[in-house]
């Protein structure tokens, strides 16, 4: 479970300044170019740096966001290692992420206050590069809730052989009406054979009480039976208007 900030996903009480920071930002509009991708970045942190490490975050990623689009930020609660962030970011192409990171290595302002204080509290960085399904695009919730982020490993062969099998799958799930779908993403670079949903919930416990009504609607009975996926892993953000004024909106 990952903490969603709001720049836009970890479940908390807002009983500590880490609890209580949670980041997001969202951007909708026409649906993506065929260059278009999403970098997945994970981030584990020293337990006890974890505070400080959010801290210079908030008061320093719009040096970052100038650059490109956040499209979310999470810090992990439930659902896997604890002590990690978790953030997406949307790029034209590879040849835009290419000039954004050469941007960045120049840039001194981020480079001093951020990279240079936050480097030294991270234990572990990992990335994966996903696109949209051609189905899909990012939606925006209408208020804030918790987001889970739910991994399946697919069957060789690509969309064009599980794609619609798939999308019938989480369609059935949007029509029982508990949680609403964010956006799904084909693993390019990284795991292969991967595909990640992104959901929005009300809350945990919506969330719990929908998933049993789901496991008894028919139509999601119907299209679980289609299968030529397994899930391997659910992850659970909890989100937290913190960040909204330094960041502009653009919903991923």
């Not at 084909?186 to 929005?200: C, D, F, M, R």
Request: glycine letters at 6%; hydrophobic letters at 40%.
């Amino acid at each position: 479970m990952f903490l969603l900030r709001r720049f836009w996903p970890s479940l908390v009480a807002s009983t500590s300044w880490r609890q209580s920071q949670v980041w997001a930002s969202f951007g909708t509009g026409p649906k993506d170019s065929d260059g278009t991708f999403y970098e997945f970045r994970t981030y584990i942190i020293q337990p006890a740096k974890m505070n400080e490490f959010l801290k210079n975050t908030e008061e320093h990623i719009h040096l970052r966001t100038a650059h490109s689009e956040l499209v979310g930020y999470w810090i992990q609660e439930f659902g896997g290692v604890i002590n990690k962030v978790f953030h997406i970011w949307k790029f034209d192409n590879f040849a835009h992420r290419t000039k954004v990171r050469k941007a960045l290595a120049k840039d001194k302002e981020w480079q001093e206050k951020y990279i240079s204080r936050n480097l030294p509290f991270i234990i572990e960085q990992r990335n994966e590069v996903v696109y949209l399904v051609p189905w899909s695009k990012i939606e925006k919730p209408l208020k804030e809730g918790v987001y889970e982020l739910c991994t399946f490993l697919m069957k060789p062969g690509g969309p064009i052989l599980w794609g619609e099998d798939f999308e019938k799958s989480v369609n059935s799930h949007v029509h029982v009406g508990y949680s609403k779908l964010v956006g799904v993403f084909n693993t390019e670079y990284g795991a292969l054979n991967k595909v990640h949903v992104l959901w929005w919930n009300e809350s945990a416990d919506s969330r719990a009480a929908g998933r049993q009504i789901a496991q008894q609607d028919a139509r999601v009975v119907a299209a679980g039976e289609l299968r030529n996926w397994v899930p391997v892993q659910h992850e659970l953000f909890g989100v937290q208007n913190v960040l909204s004024q330094k960041v502009s909106v653009a919903l991923s």
